[in-house]
Antibody, heavy 120, light 107 residues
């Protein structure tokens, strides 16, 4: 059974930093690209970042480019999101999601999310 | 960047109704479109990928169609479990934009 478990969400002050983690199990982690997607309270889904299976390619939404860094450790079946220079508008539930594979970058499995609150 | 729109934003329907949701892209995305269902307090669930491919385990009453800039998600006979918010997402370019969502509620 595919499982994705996010952690690291806390309350942080504006301008602060945070590192989210996602522990993956139930599939061959290093075969798939991985996403981070966020959802502000009461709002829709916003794609944040994608990393290729080997970590060699990374992509970001304009809203986080230059502030967030996605990475992965395939030896630990783990995905990360380093978040710097946090703003109030980064407050959201952050999901990690598995890329579908077979040339499709849709997200076929999702974690339950970890809540990041940026507030003074 | 590619922008995604959805219509309607809210849809009131009854059990057994045929429901259609439209998603439009600001430029051609070929067939690189997915549909997700999200219920309150839950993570999204993939329904359709590559515009018309049904994800494993998803009931056959869900179907997707379209290519280029206009896409539809159809629920052939709405069931009680289908009341939720539906999002489209493009993945033609490496920005993976979601649409704003369509909430399907009980009429």
């Amino acid at each position: 059974e595919v499982q994705l478990v996010e952690s690291g969400g806390v309350v942080v002050q504006p301008g602060g930093s945070l590192r989210l983690s996602c522990a993956a199990s139930g599939f061959t982690f290093d075969d798939y690209a991985m996403h981070w997607v966020r959802q502000a309270p009461g709002k829709g889904l916003e794609w944040v970042s994608l990393i290729s299976w080997d970590g060699g390619s990374t992509y970001y939404a304009d809203s986080v480019k230059g502030r967030f860094t996605i990475s992965r450790d395939n030896s630990k079946n783990s995905l990360y999101l380093q978040m710097n220079s946090l703003r109030a508008e980064d407050t959201a539930l952050y999901y990690c999601a598995k890329g579908h594979g077979s040339g499709s970058y849709s997200a076929d499995y999702w974690g339950q999310g970890t809540l990041v609150t940026v507030s003074s | 960047d590619i922008q995604m729109t959805q219509s309607p934003s809210t849809l009131s329907a009854s059990v057994g109704d045929r429901v259609t949701i439209t998603c439009r892209a600001s430029q051609s995305i070929s067939s690189w479109l997915a549909w997700y269902q999200q219920k309150p307090g839950k993570a999204p669930k993939l329904l359709i990928y590559k515009a018309s491919s049904l994800e494993s385990g998803v009931p056959s009453r869900f179907s997707g169609s379209g290519s280029g800039t206009e896409f539809t998600l159809t629920i052939s006979s709405l069931q009680p479990d289908d009341f939720a918010t539906y999002y489209c997402q493009q993945y033609n370019s490496y920005s993976f934009t979601f649409g704003p969502g369509t909430k399907v509620d009980i009429k």
